[in-house]
């Protein structure tokens, strides 16, 4: 009934590892966003998407690629995990970007481990 | 480039009153919102402020001054339950990411009995 859903929750891989994230909609948003949340730190932007295939970098974007294939879903790869990528990922939607105070609506979370 | 400061903690008591400042910077401005974060759980949207005053939503007041690139969130009548983070966010319309908010580091708020 959220409208968002994140998968895996939680995650514990190894270092040198592929991972891919998945944040699935069904609210037919257009704007999808992957952010980082670490102690310290809030939330840092690491890619978001505007439209299918249409996508651009954050500013913690480095290590992690991203894609849009359909509307309803937005991947987040960590081509070779890092210990320094252990975090938790929230993937959000918005139906603007902001003009008309469009919120984000943000999915649970995931928690990933690189050990 | 743009940045965003807002206090780490704030503590006040159960039925008080507490305000949340925020300052930006930012090379192109399109307003200020603001998300609560409970420990464990996903940010939520609170308010949006993209003209200068004041908008109230039940409890929870947010103020704009665009030409002192300021905000607050105002807190009334404080619950247990409105212990959470709380982040202001802007978005930076001369960014690279300018169709993406950038958020501050949170503050987090403790009421206590």
């Known amino acids: 009934d959220a409208g968002i859903t994140q998968s895996p929750r939680h995650k514990v891989t190894e270092t040198g590892t592929p991972v891919t994230l998945r944040c699935h909609q069904t609210?037919?948003?257009?704007?999808m966003y992957w952010y980082r949340q670490d102690p310290g730190h809030g939330l840092r932007l690491i890619h978001y998407?505007?439209?299918?295939?249409?996508?651009d970098k954050g500013e913690v974007s480095d290590g992690y690629s991203v894609s849009r294939s359909k509307t309803e879903d937005f991947l987040l790869t960590l081509e070779s995990a890092t210990s320094s990528q252990t975090s938790v990922y929230f993937c959000?939607?918005?139906?603007?970007?902001?003009?008309?105070?469009?919120?984000?609506?943000f999915g649970s979370g995931t928690r990933l481990t690189v050990v | 480039g743009q940045s965003l400061e807002q206090p780490s903690e704030v503590t006040a008591v159960e039925g008080a009153i507490v305000q949340i400042n925020c300052t930006y910077q930012?090379?192109?401005?399109?307003?200020l919102s603001w998300y609560q974060q409970h420990d464990g759980g996903a940010p939520t949207f609170l308010s949006y402020?993209?003209?200068?005053g004041l908008e109230e939503t039940g409890r929870f007041s947010s103020f704009l001054s665009r030409s002192d690139s300021y905000g607050y969130l105002l807190l009334q009548e404080l619950q247990m339950k409105d212990s959470a983070s709380y982040f202001c966010?802007?978005?930076?319309?001369?960014?690279?990411?300018?169709?993406?908010?950038?958020f501050g580091k949170g503050t987090s708020l403790l009421v206590t009995p």
């Open positions: 609210e037919n948003h257009r704007y």
């Open positions: 402020n993209a003209l200068d």
């Open positions: 966010a802007v978005r930076d319309l001369k960014s690279n990411s300018g169709y993406a908010l950038n």
């Open positions: 959000a939607i918005s139906a603007g970007t902001g003009e008309l105070g469009y919120g984000y609506t």
């Open positions: 998407s505007y439209g299918v295939k249409d996508t």
């Open positions: 930012t090379s192109g401005f399109y307003g």
